[in-house]
């Protein structure tokens, strides 16, 4: 349980390094719930950008904390 919180609270920090200055300026609430990643973000055309690219920001998010703890991402406006 402690590993979880720990890999949760690392995902919302390495946000903004993995995905970049432009995207985490347009990023709202992070958060992880039971290996989904939640992201609310700010403009619509930006939303629809990661959805269509959703598994690679997975597995790009996964590469980050070196494990497979994110199993899907919601995008959420």
């Keep these: 349980e402690l590993e979880k919180t720990l ?3 690392q995902v919302v920090q390495l946000w903004p390094e993995v995905m ?3 995207v ?3 990023t709202g609430e992070i958060e992880m719930k039971n ?5 609310h973000i ?3 055309a930006l ?3 990661l959805f269509e690219y959703r598994f690679e920001v997975i597995k790009k998010m996964n ?3 070196h494990t497979n703890f994110i199993k899907d ?3 959420l406006g």
């Design 7 to 9: 890999l949760e609270r």
């Design 20 to 22: 970049g200055a432009m």
């Design 24 to 26: 985490a300026s347009m």
């Design 35 to 39: 290996g989904v990643l939640m992201v």
């Design 42 to 44: 700010h403009s619509a």
């Design 47 to 49: 939303r629809q950008q």
């Design 63 to 65: 590469e980050a904390i």
């Design 73 to 75: 991402i919601r995008l």
